[in-house]
T-cell receptor, first 109, second 117 residues
Framework: RKEVEQDPGPFNVPEGATVAFNCTYSNSASQSFFWYRQDCRKEPKLLMSVYSSGNEDGRFTAQLNRASQYISLLIRDSKLSDSATYLCVVNRGDYKLSFGAGTTVTVRA | DTGVSQDPRHKITKRGQNVTFRCDPISEHNRLYWYRQTLGQGPEFLTYFQNEAQLEKSRLLSDRFSAERPKGSFSTLEIQRTEQGDSAMYLC???????????????FGPGTRLTVL
């Protein structure tokens, strides 16, 4: 079983729509959680950290459910520029990040 | 731009040849990481340095792979006797040491895309 699992999508949504997706992680000792964004053939870039209380950054909302070991990301009012692959990332408390395979989001005009 | 740079950006080589990649981290970052990403997958951890010390190597890193960070600044990753299965994007990341008010957020470079023919 992979340490971090994500629905690969693709999620195809119109501009202005809301899109949400989850990932699950297997190691209950995981300590920190992130969403990274990766554009085609580019490097991953940190989108946001995910905190137990949930957190919001503009149109992006992240939630963490430690009991069920899943993390979610919600994007409101989708823009064309939100089209990307979103990587769910978990840190077990050491220095290694464990990445999911990514969820592809395509926002259409 | 995160400030991590990698060179070259693309490398095409024939099977059996040796290749070397370079990573220059953000200047004040103590930690440097190498990851490998294949198509349709997320990056996978390869190895990690704290200053000049290589503290861990993944089982993914066979004996043909070696990494160095001789002065605790830039790092090199060498692959000897390349195989077609080595074709991937090789990503470097760097971070600070976590501490009071300091997170160890990892910032990635643009990667080196290796194609082994």
């Amino acid at each position: 079983r992979k340490e971090v699992e994500q629905d690969p999508g693709p999620f195809n949504v119109p501009e202005g729509a809301t899109v949400a997706f989850n990932c699950t992680y297997s190691n209950s000792a995981s300590q920190s959680f992130f969403w990274y964004r990766q554009d085609c053939r580019k490097e991953p870039k940190l989108l946001m950290s995910v905190y137990s209380s949930g957190n919001e950054d503009g149109r992006f909302t992240a939630q963490l459910n430690r009991a069920s070991q899943y993390i979610s990301l919600l994007i409101r009012d989708s823009k064309l520029s939100d089209s990307a692959t979103y990587l769910c990332v978990v840190n077990r408390g050491d220095y290694k990040l464990s990445f999911g395979a990514g969820t592809t989001v395509t926002v259409r005009a | 731009d995160t400030g991590v740079s990698q060179d070259p950006r693309h490398k095409i080589t024939k099977r059996g040849q040796n290749v070397t990649f370079r990573c220059d981290p953000i200047s004040e970052h103590n930690r440097l990481y190498w990851y490998r990403q294949t198509l349709g997958q997320g990056p996978e951890f390869l190895t990690y340095f704290q200053n000049e010390a290589q503290l861990e190597k993944s089982r993914l890193l066979s004996d043909r792979f070696s990494a160095e960070r001789p002065k605790g600044s830039f790092s090199t990753l060498e692959i000897q006797r390349t195989e077609q299965g080595d074709s991937a994007m090789y990503l470097c990341a760097s971070s600070l040491l976590p501490g009071q008010g300091i997170t160890d957020t990892q910032y990635f470079g643009p990667g080196t895309r290796l194609t082994v023919l």
